[in-house]
């Protein structure tokens, strides 16, 4: 049996090389297979994935998924995780019903929301549609075994079927693209190698964890607890896309399309380095749990905070450094010359990262703690400060002042979290910049 700590280093390891294929298959994959298949094509399936999105948003179960059962793993109460997994599952299913009855609906008024396509485009579309919605209906109850997953700190387990699926994924596509078969064939192997990763999950799951569903009575004070923590951690997600996802309407009302594209480029630049430091994210939750229902809580956070911190400063500063020296000649080469406002764009939205990035275990403990709705209040100001902020940037500044505000805004937001971990968590943050930055 691997020891945690094994599972951690090996983890952390596998989730870098997925990354790295993510970063490569988006970079070479993805533009040939646009090739291959052509814009129609490719615009229906993106377009297929794009409305089903909107309806799959989990609302937090995920992470209240990762948070409960690993706080009743420190606490070392598996009947609870049991109980509280046949509640989740429960609410799943309920969610589930919504979503395919949504689902159907949509598909009635279909020709409503695709004006745009000719008759054979919509029909293909109808195909495309139903076969992804399929998928999706079948599919959301599982959503929660990656967290399941986490919490049982099969790092290695878990990360393997997420390679897995992207390799074979993109072999068998290739195969099937160089053998002439088109759109029909490319969202089938999608969704059959995702079908058969859930499987090999629910195997993992089965095989190596003591997790088992009970269906037990609903109880109130159970349904409030993850309600409550879900309710928060929705509106912080939606706070986080909302910050730079409002900037391209921003822009629309300022500057041209130019200026939109250009601030696309940077922002996909960014999250490209945001992948990279969030490598461990959810990793440290088992751990950090223990650690919280200890004797020695807060100075055994303090120097794991400490200690990861100074890893995770070691992979932004580095991604940080070689971006701003050969950032500009890779924005030329990649994008053209025109689009060199990319590169400050880009170095503004990353330059935050600097300091947010190696707070990683402060983050965590703000969720096993349940101190999210702190954290939703946060972010909800930030996103708020960002819309008049960027607004009278961008009318001097541009797209070079649409980044600058998301910059700024990072910063207050990191420095209000800072005065939370500091005061409401007692994690000791002079220390922790003392002996990391």
């Known amino acids: 049996m691997v020891s945690s700590n094994k599972q951690l280093k090996i983890g952390v390891l596998l989730s870098y090389l997925a990354i790295g294929i993510n970063i490569i298959s988006g970079l070479i994959y993805t533009p040939w297979m646009l090739h291959q298949i052509g814009d129609s094509d490719y615009g229906l399936y993106t377009l297929a994935t794009s409305i089903i999105s909107i309806f799959t948003i989990d609302f937090g179960m995920s992470a209240a998924v990762s948070r409960f059962i690993s706080k009743y793993r ?236 100074r890893f995770q400063y070691f992979i932004i500063g580095l991604i940080f450094a070689g971006f701003a020296v050969c950032g500009k000649q890779f924005v030329q080469l990649c994008y053209g010359a025109g689009r060199i406002d990319a590169y400050y764009v880009a170095l503004l939205m990353i330059f935050p990262h600097l300091f947010y990035a190696p707070q990683q275990i402060a983050q965590t403990t703000v969720t096993v703690e349940n101190k999210v709705k702190l954290q939703a209040y946060v972010h909800v100001a930030a996103a708020i400060i960002n819309v008049g902020l960027a607004y009278v940037l961008i009318r001097h500044y541009g797209v070079i002042g649409g980044a600058l505000s998301i910059c700024i805004v990072y910063i207050l937001r990191m420095l209000c979290m800072n005065v939370i971990y500091h005061k409401v968590l007692h994690l000791n943050m002079w220390q922790f910049y003392y002996n990391v930055i």
Not at 108 to 120: E, N, P, Q, V, Y
């Open 74 to 309: 420190a606490e070392k109460k598996q009947n609870e995780i049991d109980r509280f997994l046949g509640i989740v599952y429960r609410l799943y299913l309920i969610i589930d019903a919504v979503l395919l009855i949504a689902l159907v609906f949509v598909f009635l008024f279909i020709d409503r929301f695709t004006a745009g396509l000719t008759g054979a485009e919509l029909e293909r579309f109808k195909v495309v549609y139903i076969i992804v919605a399929t998928y999706t209906v079948i599919s959301f109850p599982f959503i929660t075994l990656n967290g399941i997953l986490n919490s049982y700190e099969k790092f290695i387990q878990l990360k393997v079927c997420d390679i897995l699926n992207k390799v074979v994924t993109v072999g068998i596509t290739v195969i099937a693209l160089l053998g002439g078969l088109g759109l029909y064939t490319l969202v089938l192997v999608n969704v059959i190698v995702h079908l058969l990763t859930i499987s090999v999950k629910l195997l993992v799951i089965q095989k190596t964890t003591p997790a088992r569903v009970r269906f037990v009575k609903l109880q109130r004070k159970a349904l409030g607890e993850i309600f409550n923590f879900s309710l928060w951690t929705t509106v912080v997600s939606i706070s986080k896309r909302f910050l730079q996802n409002v900037m391209p309407v921003l822009l629309g009302n300022v500057c041209t399309t130019v200026q939109i594209t250009i601030y696309g480029i940077g922002s996909v630049i960014e999250g490209y380095a945001y992948l990279m430091v969030s490598a461990i994210t959810g990793m440290m939750m088992p751990r950090v749990s223990r650690i919280s229902v200890g004797e020695h809580r807060e100075k055994e956070l303090n120097a794991l905070m400490c200690k990861v911190g």
